[in-house]
């Protein structure tokens, strides 16, 4: 079964960015919409971002506070989240997942929605 698997986390200091990507470990059958969520330790999963199968229609989190962006790659299902002025609370090992259809008409915050899922990548941020 195909996953979603999220890469280039990593260690930061306060203040600083990180870019995510995702990618798909194998072929999709069709184009994708994308959500991000992130789980710190002794919390519950939780939601970051998702853009839509095209990539033009996007939502945030409540956390993201303008800081992060999420955009879709050139490649197919592909997509990555942009984190600027990072802060400790940002920390936590963070998801990209992926469902197939209309994510606007189903509960896009919620981690259930979404059927593909794969490795995180850790952000740690130091103050």
């Known amino acids: 079964q195909v996953q979603m698997d999220a890469s280039g986390g990593g260690s930061v200091q306060a203040g600083g960015s990180l870019r995510l990507s995702c990618a798909p470990s194998?072929?999709?059958?069709?184009?994708?919409?994308m959500g991000w969520f992130r789980q710190a330790p002794g919390k519950a999963r939780e939601f970051v971002a998702a853009?839509?199968?095209?990539?033009?229609?996007?939502k945030d989190g409540d956390s993201v506070n303008g800081r992060f962006s999420i955009a879709k790659g050139s490649a197919r299902n592909t997509g990555y989240l942009q984190m600027n002025n990072l802060i400790p609370e940002d920390t936590a090992v963070y998801y990209c997942?992926?469902?197939?259809?209309?994510?606007?008409?189903?509960?896009?915050?919620?981690?259930?929605?979404?059927?593909?899922w794969g490795q995180g990548t850790q952000v740690t941020v130091s103050s």
């Open positions: 997942a992926a469902y197939v259809g209309k994510i606007w008409s189903r509960d896009f915050r919620d981690e259930s929605t979404y059927t593909r």
């Open positions: 194998g072929r999709t059958p069709s184009s994708v919409a």
């Open positions: 853009f839509s199968a095209s990539g033009i229609e996007k």
